[in-house]
């Protein structure tokens, strides 16, 4: 480790993995940890209360992707961007700034009378999610070395990430159906404040020792990529392939990808060291990180359609069966430490999308018997603990051997992962369920399952391949 790097990083002693961390550190983790929860609700909180939403400020039905597109839009496609910039003006402020922003944009969503202004508002609340989510990943990675205490408190973050996407679908329905859509709005407000009186006085500036130029054109680029990559997809979501600004705005993020990738092999000090991205920890942890994110959330897609068009469910029952898939995924954040620590992260993430695959694999035969219910219980449990095991194991592996200087960086891939895994997932399950769907929903959600487990299968083997063992 460089002088720089010791000074950037904020870590007890290896020998402590077991020791209990101060009561200062414990409160850090507390802060950041909730952050990057509110987050992650944000997500699907609204996925429920589109339909009111709609009725209330005017927007037209073709029209209300655009309240959960410009969110995912923004946390895609920036979160790289301000992942590097995060290393370069600091962790603690960029943390600080984005959820100032994230309470303010949150204020005027909840206040919104007209689309524009709750367009506008959602564009703040994603550009937040950006600013936070890897700035909050690097300081928890800064203040624990590699090892079990890193190993715990990162299985807390993936566990609150992914059961907050599980668990703002059914704090959505509960809200919309009890109070008002708003209110998923002013509970941001609420945690915003309250994280910014706490968090100034117990985390710690962290940043490169020499500051970098920051490289424009690549930053430039891989968001305009990023952008386009999750519109395409989306909009194939919505209207098919068929549409001409689907298949032409995915063409256009792989031409810039394509100039992106040039661009950083020839700038000085690149957005995105080629280096980094040659480790195949970090390479291939990654893209187990998308599939994992962008399969699982997506599962509430079709098992959505399912309850409430197939077997007739309401909004808030919905809603409790998904609070039911979040408890195992905090269930799978818990033990997903002990798991990597027992055996490696290769193995983890391998053995977590095998098992979410078995467990999805089932509901491929769903019927429009209302037996079927219990299975679904026990399969989405199932499958959660597995599918947060794998998350747990590719962040640990994503971070491993980085130093305290480029953990920005990396974690700003991580974040890439999981929200560009987000923001795709459904608009292909979508595509899938629209594609097959005959007389009934029916066809259509058992395709979109089937194809789900089948690229859980097949990225499990390529990263059981590819992935070397690191404990």
Same mark, same amino acid.
């Given at each position: ?5 010791? /000074? ?6 290896? *020998? ?70 995060? #290393? ?10 984005? !959820? ?48 079990? /205490? ?29 109070? *008002? ?42 968001? &305009?990529?990023?952008? *386009? ?6 909009? /194939? ?5 068929? #549409? ?20 950083? *092999?020839?700038? /000085? ?6 280096? &980094? ?20 959330? =997506? ?20 809603? &409790? ?13 818990? !033990? ?31 019927? #429009? ?46 974040? &890439? ?29 058992? =395709? ?24």
């Amino acid at each position: 480790m460089t002088p720089a790097d010791r /000074a950037t990083s904020v870590t007890v002693p290896a *020998s402590s993995g077991r020791e209990r961390p101060p009561v200062r550190m414990r409160a850090a983790v507390i802060v950041l940890l909730t952050a990057n929860f509110t987050l992650a609700v944000d997500f699907s909180i609204l996925g429920v209360a589109l339909p009111r939403i709609g009725a209330d400020l005017g927007f037209g039905t073709a029209e209300l992707q655009w309240i959960v597109t410009a969110f995912a839009l923004c946390a895609a496609g920036f979160t790289l961007f301000f992942g590097r910039v995060a #290393d370069l003006v600091g962790r603690r402020r960029l943390f600080l700034i984005g !959820i100032a922003l994230l309470g303010a944009s949150s204020l005027v969503a909840g206040l919104a009378a007209d689309p524009a202004t709750l367009l506008g508002a959602r564009v703040g609340q994603g550009l937040a999610t950006a600013m936070v989510t890897p700035a909050a990943l690097a300081l928890l990675t800064t203040m624990f070395p590699e090892g079990p /205490a890193r190993s715990r408190v990162l299985g807390l973050s993936g566990a609150l990430m992914a059961a907050g996407f599980t668990i703002g679908a059914a704090l959505g329905g509960l809200l919309t159906g009890t109070v *008002s859509w708003r209110w998923a709005f002013y509970v941001n407000v609420v945690v915003a404040v309250a994280v910014l009186i706490v968090a100034p006085f117990v985390l710690t500036e962290t940043r490169a020792g020499r500051r970098p130029r920051l490289d424009a054109p690549g930053a430039v680029t891989v968001t &305009l990529a990023l952008v *386009s990559l999750v519109s395409g997809i989306t909009t /194939a979501g919505q209207k098919g392939w068929g #549409d001409p600004f689907a298949w032409g705005a995915v063409l256009v993020a792989a031409v810039l990808i394509a100039v992106f990738l040039r661009i950083e *092999s020839r700038v /000085a000090e690149p957005l995105v060291a080629p280096a &980094l991205l040659r480790r195949p920890n970090i390479a291939w942890g990654n893209l187990a990180g998308l599939v994992a994110f962008a399969t699982w959330t =997506s599962m509430v897609f079709p098992l959505t359609l399912y309850l409430q068009e197939v077997l007739d469910y309401g909004a808030i029952t919905t809603g &409790l069966i998904f609070a039911w898939l979040g408890v195992g995924t905090v269930v799978g954040g818990l !033990i997903a430490p002990r798991i990597i620590g027992r055996t490696s992260a290769r193995t983890a993430i391998v053995a977590g999308l095998l098992v979410q695959a078995a467990a999805t694999l089932p509901l491929a035969f769903v019927t #429009d018997s209302p037996g079927w219910i219990v299975p679904l219980l026990a399969a989405v449990f199932v499958g959660g603990v597995a599918n947060l095991v794998a998350i747990v194991a590719f962040t640990v592996s994503s971070t491993a051997g980085v130093p305290a200087g480029e953990q920005g960086l990396a974690t700003g891939l991580i974040t &890439l992962s999981q929200q560009v895994g987000i923001a795709l997932g459904t608009p292909v399950m979508a595509a899938i369920v629209t594609a097959f769907a005959g007389a009934t929903l029916l066809p259509g959600i058992r =395709s979109a399952i089937g194809v789900n487990a089948a690229i859980a299968v097949a990225t499990a083997i390529l990263v059981a391949v590819f992935l070397r063992r690191r404990r």
